[in-house]
């Protein structure tokens, strides 16, 4: 099983900078594609960004331009890079994997993070 932590989320003035991390644990394992989703408080979780085992990336439009996914495959960790943070950014930040586990894996699993919150102010 792969466990997924989030960490660097904080509180930030707008127009400042953040970098998330999201590290996998856990027996024997290989991330395919991770990505990165927020929930503000009674709203809905939406996806922001995400970046394929061959590095190919996409973004929601509405972080296009200002944040970045990126991936260290040898640490199993994935970053989100925010810049030109937002009031409306505010949320809790999730990350997701699909990770093969074992030694020998024929399909995919899902895994979700526990969240990490990040505050805009004003």
Partial sequence: QVQLVESGGG????GGSLRLSCAASGSTFSIDVWSWYR??????RDFIARITSGGSTNYADSVKGRFTISRDNAKNTVYLQMNSLKPEDTAIYYCNADAYVGLVAFSARNYWGQGTQVTVSE
């Fill in 11 to 14: 509180l930030v003035q707008a």
């Fill in 39 to 44: 929930q503000a408080p009674g709203k809905q």
